[in-house]
């Protein structure tokens, strides 16, 4: 059985940080391809960043770009991301998510139960 576990939101100030981990267990994150999602209350859940199982490849959501980084460590079977000057629209739960092939839309196979951020200004 596949778990993801994301750690590390919490309340920031706008213009702040937050690095988010999600942590795989189960089998090795290596196997898959990995990205993170995010639903704002009263909004759809939407794509925030996605990364290879090498992660030598990563796209990032138009949003986002230029602010959050996405990353990996396999060795540690742990997912990240990192956001900087951050704004309040990016409040939000944000959602670690793991699939065996690479592509675009949220059919992913595994998700964790996300972890909130909030952005106050």
């Known amino acids: 059985q596949v778990q993801l576990v994301e750690s590390g939101g919490g309340l920031v100030q706008a213009g702040g940080s937050l690095r988010l981990s999600c942590v795989v267990s189960g089998r090795t994150a290596s196997t898959y391809h990995m990205g993170w999602f995010r639903q704002a209350p009263g909004k759809e859940r939407e794509f925030v960043a996605r990364?290879?199982?090498?992660?030598?490849?990563?796209v990032l959501a138009d949003s986002v770009k230029g602010r959050f980084t996405i990353s990996r460590d396999n060795a540690k079977n742990t997912l990240y991301l990192q956001m900087n000057s951050l704004t309040p629209e990016d409040t939000a739960v944000y959602y670690c998510?793991?699939?065996?092939?690479w592509g675009p839309g949220p059919a992913y196979d595994y998700w964790g139960q996300g972890t909130q951020v909030t952005v106050f200004s």
């Open positions: 990364i290879t199982k090498s992660g030598f490849s990563t």
């Open positions: 998510a793991a699939r065996d092939t």
